[in-house]
């Protein structure tokens, strides 16, 4: 890897991650599907040659169909985008389950034979964390654009070749950083960007409950990604200058199960997630606190998730003697932002599809992907060193 990805800025990568117009083949190109029938499980859709629709994409699929890549099946056939939907897994019970509730969505069991159906013009991938960066690779390599679920993959190193690699063959790379679709984050993000807020002091989130325990990753790889994603778009796609981290494994397999993060940004500001998978209580909270005002995100609330404190306090500018010194704190009113919620993973997944069909650039692009992994990737060498602050980009 000789070639230099900074990931403070979208310098050195062209458009982002990479639409030079060269290669791609658009979606005016019709294919009867001959010779690519989908029957991994004996599962036969009715294969009607009919025109493609406007605006939709030949084939879109799906790889991984365990817990969450049913979501986005669901969300591939129900907004149409694609005249065929492929749903791939190893595991035939995941392949009849998705045949059971899809009767149009074709299924198979090779990723190989997925990636050479010219059909297909963009792939899901949704398998386990360790294998993201094999299978989006792969999917490159046959010029498929590729959605990865988060994390995009396991060291910066891999998803530096992936973002290298989407440009190369012009293809959209896109992360599933779901949280940056969800209506409350991007309303936070609005509130931060008007100056509603003042200067970002800093930011505390918790995210636990009990369980989903993971076999391939801590739950800093698995649950933190999604606070440092929202962190970093807070931020304005502000990297952090250094990253600690301490956690723990409390069932013997060296994963960590809990977890601390700290993220220091410059101009003093610092943010904090807590990342829990043995916590009685599912907690999904975030607080932003402000030089002007105060913000709470509940994202377990049913409505009402944002609420904006008009709270603050000021010190003296000047004063000669201690006695002088007194704080001034202000407790004003709580503002309740209305938010038009929609699903996340619908609005993503319309995004992913707009970004193939139009060769744009995805909000949560092969950049923004690499600079959340490398946020963990210090977080894992902080754990290795118990705890100390470890800058970010370092070798590790
Ligand atoms: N964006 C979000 O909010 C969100 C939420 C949950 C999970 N995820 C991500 O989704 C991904 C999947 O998580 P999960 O909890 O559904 O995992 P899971 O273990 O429940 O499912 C993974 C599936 O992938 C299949 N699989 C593994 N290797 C395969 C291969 N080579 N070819 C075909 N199929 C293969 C397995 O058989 C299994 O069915 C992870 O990356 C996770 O981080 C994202």
Redesign the pocket.
């Given at each position: 890897m000789s070639e230099l990805i900074r990931i403070d800025t979208d310098e050195g990568l062209i458009n982002g991650n990479g639409h030079n117009g060269n290669g791609h083949n658009g979606n005016g190109h019709v294919h009867n599907g001959n010779g690519h029938v989908h029957n991994g499980n004996g599962h036969h859709p009715a294969r009607v040659e009919e025109p493609v629709v406007p605006g939709q994409l030949r084939g879109m699929a799906v790889?991984?169909?365990?817990?969450?890549?049913p979501n986005w099946i669901r969300n591939l056939s129900q907004s149409q985008c694609a005249r065929r939907v492929v749903a791939?897994?190893?595991?035939q019970k995941?392949r009849d389950h998705i045949s059971r509730l899809y009767s149009g969505v074709e299924t198979t069991e090779s990723?190989e034979e997925l990636l050479d159906d010219p059909d297909i013009e963009g792939v899901v991938v949704?398998?386990?964390?360790s294998?993201?960066y094999a299978m989006a690779r792969r999917a490159l390599e046959a010029n498929k654009s590729v959605l990865v679920?988060?994390p995009l993959a396991t060291s910066s190193a891999q998803a530096a070749e992936l973002v290298r690699l989407a440009r190369d063959r012009n293809r959209v790379l896109m992360v599933?950083h779901?949280f940056e679709y969800s209506a409350p984050v991007l309303k936070i993000r609005e509130i931060i960007s008007a100056g509603e807020l003042g200067d970002i002091f800093y930011i505390s989130s918790v995210r636990a409950n009990l369980g989903l325990f993971q076999r391939d990753v801590n739950v800093a790889w698995?649950l933190a990604t999604h606070d440092i994603s929202i962190i970093l778009m807070l931020m304005g796609g502000r990297v952090p200058e250094a990253v600690s981290c301490q956690g723990e494994s409390h069932y013997g397999q060296d994963i960590e199960d809990v977890a601390m993060l700290t993220l220091r940004f410059s101009k003093n500001v610092i943010a904090f997630i807590h990342v829990s998978w043995l916590d009685p209580d599912k907690i999904r909270r975030t607080t932003i606190v402000g030089s002007k005002k105060m913000l709470v995100y509940d994202d377990t609330a049913s409505q009402e998730k944002i609420r904006i404190y008009d709270k603050g306090v000021s010190a003296p500018p000047h004063y000669d003697t201690f006695g002088e010194f007194q704080f001034s704190y202000r407790y004003g009113d709580i503002q309740i932002p209305r938010i038009e919620e929609k699903e996340p993973l619908g609005q993503e997944c319309e995004h992913f599809v707009d970004c193939i069909r139009n060769e744009k650039t995805p909000n949560t692009d092969g950049l923004s992907g690499l600079r959340v992994v490398s946020v963990l990737e210090a977080a894992s060498a902080s754990l290795r060193q118990g705890g100390q602050m470890v800058p970010i980009g370092s070798k590790v």
């Open positions: 790889v991984g169909l365990g817990y969450w890549g791939c897994d190893l595991d995941r990723y949704a398998t386990p964390v294998t993201h679920e988060k599933g779901t698995d």
